[in-house]
């Protein structure tokens, strides 16, 4: 059999893999439009289109993202398409190195089916700052893959470096979107590096790195300097959840506060223990005044300094049933349509978000585990330790790693159970658990130092001339 025909009979099949991932990204957006909005998401919006202040008590970068789209597009739904072409777009470029990698056809349309999972389409569609970290990491995994399938072919510097720097685009963007990402990021940037150098030196692990802190700092340094949020003291929450279920009422007033902070503090316990709310005490229990936290965060913070380090055993036994609750009692598996609100924004199908409800709902049912966070821990440690052999190996440590590094992170600072604090691990572990069949028996291409010709490496029982691009 010729070279040409193959050739032609392998890009046929990238692009089929193409129209799927564009067809199932039409179809996410006709699902969600113009895009679930939970208060949250409304939030968010309200700042985009100028009608609230800036805020940093949400990552500001994502309303900034969207006004930029409203200004460009003039509608809302430019965000939800945004999202969707990211995660399609992601998993197109994964199905297609799967493929290229591999000759696995079942393997490539596998990767592309993750987004179909109900514990991946339930949140698609939603603007959330977690749905937006996911696919941002999905994409740098999508560079990084990128790179693997071009390492044996010794690609010129400028297109590695060209790579690198798109990969930490997204890796700090879903950091700038989600503070807490950072540990789930890291692991994601070591397998971007290795996966374009193979055996990078020194000197590329401090140019990386230097990249990376760079991509981080100066984004962040333009919104501080220009868009100039206004700054919530967003951090004293987990403070106050902590302070009202650790400390006792009667040790709350006699706390050294200002009179009218010790009102609200025991008041504040009293009403959590009353509607037996674990977590999220500023949203459930607390006397909001009108500035929020910025008035209480400075004496919540040195009340919280002076006394968790005598409530040692008493943090660690809340923080831990706080954790054991997101595990084993995994909340909020979906969110339905749009919160109602003042801004006119409905959702624009009915039926179809009713259709999408009977499927999450009906799966949550009847497969419980896939919508608990102990499951997916569970994956994440055993992708870290037994990633496999062969060519995806490397790769699904990393997403094993991330993902146990994202939950474990959530033990000091989760401020609720929510499923989307799960939401990037059981994308990742689905997606190392897929890579486990097609990489079984296929040797990683070997690393080629910049501009030396590397021979190809053809997977098992693949003929020399079926590789041709």
């Known amino acids: 059999m010729g070279q040409k025909p193959l050739v032609a009979r392998t890009q046929r099949w990238v692009w089929g893999l193409a129209a799927i991932a564009a067809l199932c990204c039409l179809a996410t957006v006709l699902v ?15 700042q985009a289109q100028g009608k609230a202040p800036l805020t940093d ?28 072409a990211v995660l399609w777009g992601a998993l197109w470029v994964l199905a297609r190195c799967v493929w290229e990698l591999t000759r696995s056809r079942g393997g490539s349309l596998a990767v592309l089916g993750v987004g179909l999972a109900p514990f991946v389409l339930n949140f698609a569609g939603v603007v959330w700052k977690d749905v937006h970290a996911a696919f941002a990491l999905l994409a740098a995994c999508a560079v990084a893959f990128t790179g693997l399938r071009l390492r044996d072919s010794a690609p010129r510097p400028a297109l590695r470096w060209g790579l690198l720097w798109l990969g930490v685009l997204f890796l700090a963007y879903a950091i700038l979107v989600r503070k807490n990402a950072v540990v ?43 868009a100039a949020p206004l700054q919530t003291k967003q951090g004293a929450q987990i ?45 459930a229990c607390y006397q909001r005044p009108a500035d929020g936290l910025r008035g ?44 109602r609100n003042d801004l006119g924004v409905e959702v624009a199908h009915p039926r179809l978000e009713d259709a999408l409800g009977t499927y999450v709902k009906g799966m949550i049912e009847d497969v419980p585990w896939l919508f608990r966070g102990w499951f997916w821990l569970t994956v994440a440690l055993v992708l870290a330790i037994r990633p496999g052999k062969g060519v995806f190996a490397m790769p699904v440590r990393a997403l ?30 689905t997606l190392g ?37």
């Open 32 to 46: 969600f439009s113009p895009g679930f909005l939970s208060p949250d998401s409304l939030d968010q919006l309200r």
């Open 57 to 84: 008590w949400h990552p500001p970068v994502l309303s900034l993202v969207w006004r930029a789209l409203i200004a460009m597009t003039g509608s809302i739904a430019s965000m939800l398409v945004l999202q969707s």
């Open 184 to 226: 789930a990021a890291i692991p994601v940037f070591v397998m971007l590096v290795l996966a374009l150098w193979g055996r990078p030196g020194r000197r590329t692990w401090v140019t990386c790195t230097a990249a990376l802190v760079a991509g981080l700092a100066v984004p962040a340094a333009a919104i501080s300097l220009f």
């Open 239 to 283: 403070m106050l959840d902590d302070l009202v279920h650790v400390l006792s009422v009667q040790e709350l007033r006699s706390a050294d506060v200002p009179p009218a902070l010790r009102d609200r503090l025991v008041a504040s316990a009293r009403e959590c223990e009353r509607v037996g709310a674990l977590s999220d005490a500023y949203w």
């Open 296 to 339: 209480d965060s400075g004496a919540i913070t040195s009340l919280w300094l002076r006394e968790m380090g005598g409530h040692v055993p008493g943090y660690l036994q809340y923080r831990l049933l706080l954790f054991t609750t997101l595990l084993f009692e995994t909340d909020y598996a979906y969110k339905a349509g749009i919160t």
């Open 400 to 429: 094993g790693i991330s993902s146990a590094a994202y939950i474990l992170g959530y033990l000091p600072i989760m401020p609720a159970t929510d499923f989307r604090y799960v939401y990037w691990p059981a994308l990742a572990c």
């Open 433 to 469: 658990l897929l890579l486990l069949w097609p990489g079984r028996g296929r040797t990683a291409p070997p690393p080629a130092a910049p501009g030396a010709t590397a021979g190809r490496t053809l997977p098992v029982h693949q003929p020399a001339d079926a590789g041709g691009q």
